[in-house]
């Protein structure tokens, strides 16, 4: 029988977990400590899905599951964004006068840098927001402070002091649902992934593209990584609109095979979903 439970990076309180809960409510989630071992646990069975980020509209895209995706065989089934909402949190009894040093993952800490400068703050790194909110907790001095979501606070039992201090206030992550296999949802095919690896000759990443747009597709993003087996040699990471199954979708697929020396789909799913 097939294990339905959701593994994704980090512990609870997490944004990864909180875009688990909201892609998949009431199935039981999965903590893992980072994320090659979300992808590790899904490719041997342990969780039948992982969510894990691949991009922050600040901070832009994450390229250790890139990378996941490159060299591992797993197939994306979705991605959904996750609007951010930092706030900042302290044991009961603290109040803003009363904090000097801010805790957070190096992002967060980021993303609200001009909160912190404006109030003078220590910076201390953490693993990930709800791992600095949980530290907080437990450290109960209240001139620490964490930055966090409003679900960590209140699963740690903290006391939100300031709200939504962002810098931004587009800011998002989104998150693609991975399994090790395809599976029926994939009949709504409105969006797609695939990796490239462009033959070292001229014109031929030129020639790649070329053969998406002629054949009617849109692509919204492409984002080279480096191989790290091959020094200076780098593969492409694609996301674009439609259906590979379609007759027009698989003219593209042989289109790009002159040009390529490999083509992976990474997963045909449905559109975009914000959470």
Known sequence: MENRCIAYSGIPGAY??????????????????????????????????????????????????????????????????????????????????????????????????????????????????????????????????????????????????????????DNATRFAVVSGRKEPEDAVREAFSMILIVKNEAGAFAKAITAIGDNGFNMRAIRSRPMKSLPWNYYFYVEGEGDLESEAGRKMIKDLEPSCEKVRILGNYAGERVL
């Open 16 to 169: 990864a977990a909180i875009a688990a809960s909201k892609i998949f409510p009431g199935e039981e989630l999965k903590p893992y400590p980072s994320f090659a071992a979300v992808f590790d646990a899904v490719s041997k069975g342990e969780c039948g899905r992982g969510v894990l980020p691949i991009e922050n509209s600040y901070a832009g895209d994450v390229s250790q599951v890139m990378d996941l995706l490159y060299f591992g065989e797993l197939y994306i089934h979705g991605i959904y964004e996750l609007p951010i909402y930092h706030n900042l949190l302290a044991v009961k009894g603290a109040s803003l006068e009363d904090i000097k040093c801010v805790t957070s993952h190096p992002q967060a800490l980021d993303q609200c840098a001009g909160f912190i400068e404006k109030g003078k703050l220590m910076r201390k790194e953490a693993v990930n927001t709800a791992v600095a909110a949980r530290e907080v907790a437990e450290r109960a001095d209240i001139s620490v402070a964490a930055i966090a979501s409003t679900e960590t606070a209140e699963i740690y039992g903290l006391d939100i002091l300031a709200r939504n201090i962002n810098e931004s206030d």
